[in-house]
């Protein structure tokens, strides 16, 4: 009878000790799971601006950003202070602002500072060709995220009017054409700085036709076929030049049921079903995507046009550092993303 329950014990054992390391290595497992669960990483710290206005209280939320959960706690250094969620400014200075950033269960304790310089506010007057409005009214949103002490002022029109408003004295720190031709007479009057002046984008023409292109237009022959209504800038205009020029290109002949002093009154024709087709920039179509489709016009017919931007001679605002700013975020990388997404080609 012993004899017999010996293997039987002993298989028991076996099972028993197999439930064991079973048990243990599970065990184990989940040990490591939770270890990488619980594995602590650096929370991100996005500094937000750059310059805040004096005699101010401004939201945190407006100079940092961060993902971390935990209580947001500041130091200050020089003319301003944090009181609440407000960063109270109080005269013109360097401001350091540390945030302390305590741990939790997913980030790391950290410390992060940044500098700000606390100015008198400011206004800069951005003069701007008119199929620059819809991305410059977008960058110079941003440009104010970042510089809280400056306010952007843009007006927008064609080229040619922009230079004649400027010759007769329009208040202008800077200012983006569509040509070099006027620029070179704003330029030449002494108003704007040559040394300034760089190619800020390029672009090019399209043919315009109403949403959904009821006349079927696919090119530019299609625009002399009789009946058809068709717009196009005054030739005083950068567009209504390079629309000269393609259809010369192209020798197409026609005449327009109206000129208009912009590209946007183009744009503006099309889209109220005033005009059945104009030749505008390619980004003027893509920008107004709802109310007109853009028609490509062949490369060998089209072409590519220079959009410079240059500061004034004489700035309307005194705030030098400001125009520095602006000219240097507007080519870098915020600008160049901005443009490229309204379809404009870069330098």
Known sequence: MTNSLRP????????????????????????????????????????????VPVSSRIEMSKVVATNSTTKLRFKTFGPCLVKGELLITEKAGRCKVELQLAATSRFAAISSATTLQVKKPTELTVLGTASLADALDIFGKQFMARYLNVTVKNSFAGSATLATQIRQG?????????????????????????????????????????????????????LSRSGLKVVL??????????????????????????????????????????????IAYLTDGLAVGDKVDAVAIADSSNLVADYPIGVATRPTTNDATAITAFMTMIRGESGRKIFLDKGFILP
């Open 8 to 51: 039987m014990k002993q298989g028991v054992a076996r099972a028993v000790g197999r439930s064991v390391i079973l048990a243990g290595l599970v065990w184990s497992a989940c040990g490591s799971i939770v270890s990488a669960t619980s594995y602590v990483t650096k929370p991100t710290v996005t500094w937000l601006a750059s310059s």
């Open 170 to 222: 329009a208040p202008v720190d800077i200012v983006a054409m569509a040509d070099t031709a006027n620029m070179q007479k704003v330029v030449s009057s002494g108003d704007i700085d040559n040394k300034s002046v760089t190619i800020l984008v390029r672009n090019k023409l399209a043919i315009l036709v109403q949403r959904g292109n009821p006349q079927k237009i696919f090119t530019l022959v299609d």
């Open 233 to 278: 800038c005054d030739l005083a205009q950068p567009c209504g030049k390079y629309a000269a020029t393609v259809l010369k290109r192209a020798n197409i002949s026609l005449s327009p049921a109206s000129r208009e002093v912009s590209a946007s009154g183009v744009v503006m024709r099309v889209g109220l079903g005033e005009a059945d087709a104009g």
